[in-house]
């Protein structure tokens, strides 16, 4: 939001004393024996916005950014949708590979939106990874569109970095990975309620509904949810214990397995979330987009998990503590979506590719864009709406005071009369 119009001073200074307040009940919640977020490694929420709206207005030529908001039953969410396409005005030919990858899901799952950022950087602006030559996917980057929902739980997040470190839920207690409509709802016998709300119908929550009508509308060939708790490349299903038949299931295990073999060693766990994972999920969104939305590849990542660390011991457990450890996840991964773009454009049929939509044309069916960069009349327009509403929401509050005050001086005066008449008439009123 723009400060257009700085609140007055004493404002300033009662929302500095309720931030801190609020800030350092938060940190005392956390035990001692428990790891703290290392704010020193990690971004927070609002400084990785700021530095991808930052990188967008650097690379205007291939990032375009939409901030979208859905709402429903008195909660809403607002959602950042980076869109990366490597010389927008030559080709739009509908050939190219359309890939989605959606980080931060999960809120306490943090690292998931540094090897967002981190690959924007690399697509942008060729941050190293070291000891890679990256210019070989040069070429491969030519055929992508990609879109980045670097936070996809913002509301979420913030409660983590207000301390509810072991919450992986949405602003209001929902788990995202659990709100899509394939086998919604259903609870095995070890069903945690605190961690697998389902919502109270499949789509209850906004986030969900923007990346359905993202699934829709973009038409994804490849879609990864990243995630974070261990290592894993998983394919569907998650409801069930099994893998799909036919062509494309094989397609999306070989795609998985020569990732596995050229950059991990066949080190990482490959398969069926469900069948892999220790448990069954239900109302997953790699469910949905493979059973629904016919997306040929959709897969969930797991990036990191500290199998040591304990079970209430959440920041330390799904996420890295050292800056070395945070530098190795975040290069391994940034290389392995790289070497999935390879992978995917060499092993998609040159029909799906042809049959998928829209490319950088992306108009949300459900949510509303808030803010679009390429657009930046509207955008600037938006604004100062912003500004003329924070303006007037502070008109309102002084007038609301200047009317109390003054009832209150009205009434003070009207008691003071009647009582100089009571005394004048001596009436008793005892
Ligand atoms: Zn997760």
Same mark, same amino acid.
């Given at each position: ?34 790891? @703290?977020?290392?704010?020193?490694? *990690? ?11 930052? $990188? ?18 008195? *909660? ?23 890939? $989605? ?63 509810? $470190? ?26 945690? @309620?605190?961690?697998?709300? @389902?919502? =109270? ?98 897969? =969930? ?47 998609? @049929? ?7 939509? =829209? ?72």
């Amino acid at each position: 939001m723009a400060p257009s119009s700085a609140p007055p001073l004493l404002l300033r200074r009662l929302l500095l004393a309720l931030a801190l307040a609020a800030s350092s009940s938060a940190a005392a919640r956390i035990p001692a024996s428990l790891t @703290p977020i290392s704010r020193d490694i *990690y971004h927070s929420s609002d400084s990785i916005l700021h530095e991808i709206k930052a $990188l967008v207005a650097r690379n205007s030529d291939r990032l375009t950014m939409d901030t979208v908001r859905a709402s429903n039953k008195g *909660y809403s969410a607002e959602m950042v949708v980076v869109t990366y396409n490597h010389a927008k005005e030559t080709v739009d030919n509908g050939s190219k590979i359309n890939i $989605l990858l959606s980080f931060g899901q999960h809120g306490r799952e943090l690292i998931t939106s540094e090897v967002a950022l981190h690959l924007l950087y690399i697509l942008t602006e060729k941050r190293k990874i070291a000891g890679v030559d990256l210019s070989s996917f040069e070429k491969i980057l030519e055929n992508l569109v990609i879109k980045v929902v670097p936070m996809e739980n913002f509301n979420g997040r913030k409660r983590v970095e207000a301390g509810e $470190l072991c919450d992986r839920r949405n602003g209001r207690g929902v788990d995202l990975n659990r709100n899509w409509s394939v086998d919604w709802g259903k609870k095995e016998k070890d069903y945690n @309620p605190f961690e697998e709300d @389902p919502g =109270t119908a499949p789509f209850s929550e906004p986030e969900a509904q923007i990346m359905r009508e993202l699934s829709k509308s973009f038409k994804p060939h490849i879609w990864v949810n990243v995630h974070s708790g261990m290592e894993a490349l998983f394919m569907p299903y998650d409801h069930k214990n099994t893998t799909p038949d036919g062509v494309s299931s094989q397609l999306m295990r070989s795609v998985l397995e020569n990732l596995n073999h050229r950059h991990f060693q066949d080190g990482c766990l490959v398969g069926s979330g469900g069948g892999a994972v220790g448990y069954l999920a239900h109302g997953t969104t790699t469910d949905y987009l493979y059973d629904i939305a016919k997306v040929p590849m959709p897969f =969930t990542f797991e990036i990191y998990g500290d199998e040591k660390a304990s079970t209430d011991d959440c920041f330390k457990m799904f996420n890295p503590v050292d800056k070395t450890t945070f530098d190795r996840v975040i290069n391994k991964w940034c290389m392995a979506f790289l070497i999935l773009f390879e992978e995917g454009l060499r092993n998609l @049929p040159d029909g799906q590719v042809v049959s998928q939509g =829209t490319l950088d044309n992306w108009v949300p069916m459900g949510g509303e864009i808030v803010e679009r960069n390429v657009e930046r009349k509207s955008s600037n327009e938006h604004r100062k709406l912003e500004g003329l509403d924070l303006g007037m929401q502070e008109l309102r509050t002084y007038f609301r005071l200047f009317m109390l005050s003054t009832f209150l001086l009205m009434f003070m005066f009207c008691s003071r009369i009647s009582k100089n008449r009571n005394r004048e008439s001596g009436e008793q009123s005892i």
